[in-house]
């Protein structure tokens, strides 16, 4: 795949300068441009939507936290800050990886390979998607999921449930004892996975909505021998789903 193009955003020159010279040291990366101002470079972001954004959160007017709820859909971000209590906030916002300051190169290059493996899985994924001409109607019913080094065709059918965990993510499937893992983020499986046959009920946990065989009094989902529980912030959703499906 082509280099991914990237922009870098800090309000402290210093740390503009290091990370514009890590980019260009790694090949896969092409800068796109810099900014010390994050309002200036949100426009610039949301005109010409890099694919990935090394993004410092303490900075005026607009903190990165904020500025990256802004952002294009495709764009990616890694936070590059100089405070550790943002990590958990960082996974919320669905960050590739959070790098702490000061940087190492080592860090921030296997934090590149990740961005890359996300996209090449993207790529792969939407190549896999392209209908041949003739068949507009038929259904994806499948995504292809990199994991130890090669890519696995997976059956939206096949998949119990899937688990985040911090950088990884595991496909629990009804085929295999052993889950396959690998690097993405639980959104962009989210995105992936088709709506009315998933649905993302906890922070860390994707169901296969036909794979649930019972419902405790607490939200708590059974499938198989696991039990998942239903966070607050997914019930509303997943209570509207029963709604539609309860025998009165």
Known sequence: MKALRCMVVDDEPLAVKMLENFISKTSFLALEASFTDPVAALQAIRSRQPQ???LDIQMPDLNGMELSRMVPEGTRIIFTTAFKDYAFDSYEVSALDFLLKPIRY???????????????LLESV?????????????QQDSIFVKSEGQLRKVAFSDIRYVEGMKDYVLLHLCSEKRPLVTHITMKAVEDLLPAGVFMRVH???????????????????SIGDTLIHVSDAYKPAFEQYLSQRMLR
């Open 52 to 54: 990935l954004v090394f």
């Open 106 to 120: 080592q860090k921030f290059l296997e934090a590149a390979e990740k961005a890359r493996r996300w996209f090449e």
């Open 126 to 138: 939407e190549s896999a998607a392209v209908q041949p001409a003739g068949s507009a109607s038929a």
């Open 203 to 221: 922070r860390s946990y994707i169901v296969a909505l036909d794979k649930i065989e019972s419902i405790g009094g607490s939200y708590d989902i």
